[in-house]
């Protein structure tokens, strides 16, 4: 546990856990060899490589899905006969702004364990919301994604990618055809959707989800992408769209904050290149379509954080893995959620005196 300054020992409050669950199943494990320790790649990503004149051609076009291409993709790695203990658990902690003590708490989550009621099929989501409606965004999309995923069950299980892609359409279909405010408004979203021993990532965003491996030592890797004005190929579509990249400058001109997203009329001053809703800066090359990577689970693989960037901001790997591995081998999810939540408040209260963003996670242990 991180020490606090003494000038914030004081001041901090006791956490208050809201939306907690923990619920567990169980299936028989099976014998598998360790594999050497790597920093795996996705075996299939909607990473999309683009050249300068090509990146508007694509923008509003998801790469061609075709019956032998989709089936290449979705038997890679894959193995029915993985089995493993399940164990998870949620938290979601209000942020603070200075000048807003009505603040609201604009994240949500979805949990979806035993789709279908197949022990081996689930999905997960974290939403951040933005802007004066952003709860309210957020919100809707943690209604309405249950209802599709089971309505695309089957062709979940038979044909994850393509219908992770149909799944977000018909959420943002939905949202669409609501009375919310988008215009100024969204939301993040940040998928895993388990299948056996394959996990599918879609997002859309800077919410994120990493994975905590052990060889013979811990370690973390990120299994999405933050999709920020400094990532090239995210900036060359807004450019291309007609958008400007720069940092918000205060009335002195000095910069402040992150790089952000605008058009010529000076808004929306986005600080993400994909999300659901922002209509305004739509115009500019933000898009909704999902990135999508997928992975192979191996025996080494025993966390899964998925996370608004409330959680990620202020917190290093090293501060993630010192939160959470202490606690793996005894399963003890509640423990490792208590101490992240912590870590994750502290870190927000010694280096931001204005405001503290919502925080919220979901936290996933398994066991071989």
């Known amino acids: 546990m991180k020490q606090l300054n003494n000038k914030y020992k004081q001041q901090l409050q006791p956490l208050k856990l809201t939306n907690h669950i923990t619920p567990q199943f169980k299936l028989n494990p099976y014998q598998n060899s360790y594999s050497p320790m790597t920093q795996r790649k996705p075996l299939f990503s909607l990473h999309e490589k683009t050249s300068n004149r090509s990146v508007k051609k694509q923008m509003n076009r998801s790469p061609l899905i075709t019956q032998k291409n989709t089936l290449q993709i979705e038997k890679c790695g894959l193995d029915q006969n993985f089995e ?19 603040k609201q708490n604009q994240d949500s989550f979805i949990v979806f364990p035993n789709i279908a009621d197949k022990s081996y099929m689930h999905f997960f989501f974290v939403c951040d919301g933005h802007g004066i409606y952003g709860h309210h965004i957020s919100n809707f999309l943690k209604q309405q994604f249950p209802i599709y995923i089971t309505k695309f069950k089957n062709q979940l299980e038979n044909n994850p990618y393509a219908t992770i ?67 090239q190929d995210e900036a060359e579509r ?36 994909r999300s659901i809703g922002d209509q305004i800066a739509k115009s500019v090359g933000v898009i909704e379509k999902p990135e999508i990577f997928n992975f192979v689970l191996e025996k080494m693989d025993r966390v899964i954080l998925l996370g608004s960037d409330g959680v990620f901001e202020f917190l290093s790997q090293q501060d993630i893995l010192d939160s ?35 925080i919220t996670f979901i936290l996933i242990f398994m066991q071989y």
């Open 165 to 231: 892609y149909i799944i977000f359409n018909q959420v943002i279909k939905a949202l669409n055809q609501s009375t919310i405010d988008q215009q100024y408004s969204g939301s993040t979203v940040v998928g895993l959707f388990m299948l056996h021993n394959k996990i599918y990532c879609p997002n859309l965003g800077d919410s994120r989800v990493v994975m905590l491996s052990r060889t013979n030592k811990w370690f973390l890797k990120n299994l999405s992408r933050d999709h920020k004005p400094d990532c």
């Open 324 to 358: 959470v591995t202490p606690h793996v081998d005894r399963m003890d999810v509640e423990s490792a959620c208590n101490h992240l939540l912590e870590m994750a408040h502290i870190s927000w209260v010694q280096r931001s005196n204005k405001v503290i963003d919502d």
């Open 238 to 273: 807004i450019i291309n769209h007609g958008g400007r990249i720069d940092p918000y400058k205060d009335q002195n001109g000095q910069v402040c904050g992150p790089l952000r997203v605008w058009n010529n009329g000076n808004v929306p001053g986005l600080a993400m290149t």
């Open 84 to 102: 493993y203990i399940l164990k998870f658990a949620v938290r979601t902690r209000q942020g603070m702004q200075i000048g807003n003590p009505n």
